[in-house]
């Protein structure tokens, strides 16, 4: 391999990652909307209908949330493996500014939304809903402004948003688990050790870990643990080839697996995700309903909380020194980001499902939030990056 491909490689590997989220969010923007006519069409009994059919014991809604999700949480793990490992976030001075505003964006808007709730101890389980930011949904508001924002801010909302999928593959685990039953998650713990052997002893074939993790997604479906945790646990397990001579190898497993699958993930199953969960039928609400703790608890953790918590956490980082702001950005750009992490859709809309269930009241004023958060933080974010001056224009 040349020099000029050692070069280009890690740069060419993330500007395609970009380009597949961008348009997959671009994608779910459109099922989104077309969730929401056919909520409120006289086509919603249908919609409700099919969603609920029985497939092998499971309603079709629950294989998509369960099932298809799986693979989404399994593109998650890949990705928080290879930054850590091999990308933006192997270094610890590159995961202090998006580690330390990810947290900030987390803490705050949950602190915003139990400020809201605390009186009421059911609608206090939807904390965490507010608490992750959609990259798909983010990078495709960024595919409409081209040019016009900078590369290293590109990378940063990426970093950040992926930080924040880790948190809340963490937070499912812990306060999202109702019940465990020790037979099932023991046979996953062993399918996991098996997959880790198998990486130990440099197995490179995909299809080991592909046919040992469908196993283990079966036994932690019947654990009490979400199933979808179980496509971050066989990510981490997948080999990642890294030496002097090809870091972040594109013929390594993960990288074989993760390049396979993202496709699929974001043009088909993450948008197939929000067609079935972002469908909320308009006719039972009234103004006060969504004026209540939860949406407006949801709404204002995402549009308010997370600009506020990242912003202001960017901003005091590079003012004590401790870290810089991004490359070739100025404050208005960051400011304008930091908006467009208030888009919660993908994440927020399942953890509403696991904080409230599937088909509640509570779940249909979540995801009333939800869509008003993210869309106020996409059309905010949006203005904001589209007006602001050029960092040869302003440097502050």
Not at 79 to 104: F, H, M, N, T, Y
Not at 152 to 178: E, G, H, M, P, Q
Not at 365 to 383: D, E, H, M, N
Request: glycine share 10%; with cysteine; aromatic share 8%.
């Amino acid at each position: 391999m040349s020099t000029i491909e050692f070069i280009r490689r890690p740069s060419s590997m993330m500007r395609a990652f970009l380009q597949t989220e961008a348009a997959g969010g671009i994608i779910l923007m459109a099922a989104a909307a077309a969730a929401m006519i056919v909520a409120n069409s006289p086509f919603s009994l249908d919609y409700r209908e099919t969603l609920h059919l029985k497939l092998g014991g499971l309603s079709l809604l629950h294989w998509i949330n369960d099932g298809l999700m799986a693979l989404f949480f399994l593109i998650v793990g890949l990705e928080i493996k290879r930054e850590v490992v091999d990308g933006q976030l192997s270094r610890w001075s590159d995961r202090i500014l998006p580690g330390v505003a990810a947290a900030a964006g987390v803490a705050l808007p949950a602190l915003i939304y139990v400020s809201l709730n605390q009186s009421d101890p059911a609608g206090l389980r939807g904390w965490a809903i507010p608490a992750a930011t959609d990259i798909a949904f983010a990078l495709g508001i960024l595919a409409l402004l081209g040019s016009r924002v900078p590369t290293s801010l590109k990378i940063f909302l990426t970093a950040v948003a992926i930080i924040d999928d880790l948190i809340a593959v963490l937070i499912i685990a812990i306060f999202y688990t109702a019940q465990l039953y020790l037979l099932p998650l023991a046979g996953a713990g062993i399918g996991l050790v098996v997959l880790a052997l198998c990486n130990r002893r440099g197995v490179t074939a995909l299809w080991p870990y592909l046919l040992v993790g469908i196993a283990v997604w079966l036994c932690v479906l019947q654990s009490g643990i979400h199933a979808t945790l179980a496509g971050v646990a066989v990510a981490l397990t997948i080999p990642m080839t890294r030496t002097p001579a090809a870091p972040d190898d594109t013929q390594s497993p993960l990288a074989r697996l993760e390049h396979g699958l993202h496709p699929w993930v974001a043009y088909a199953i993450v948008p197939i995700f929000g067609f079935a969960n972002a469908g909320v039928p308009l006719a039972g609400f009234t103004v006060a309903d969504a004026l209540s703790p939860v949406p407006l608890g949801v709404a204002l953790g995402l549009f308010i909380g997370k600009q506020v918590g990242i912003f202001s956490t960017v901003w005091l980082l590079a003012r004590l020194g401790w870290s810089q702001r991004p490359r070739d950005a100025n404050w208005y750009q960051v400011y304008g980001i930091a908006l467009l992490c208030g888009i919660g859709f993908t994440m927020s809309l399942f953890i509403g499902s696991l904080a409230f269930g599937e088909g509640s009241h509570q779940n249909d004023a979540a995801k009333l939030g939800v869509l008003a958060g993210s869309i106020a933080s996409a059309i905010i974010g949006f203005i904001v990056l589209r007006i602001a001056p050029s960092t040869t224009a302003f440097r502050p």
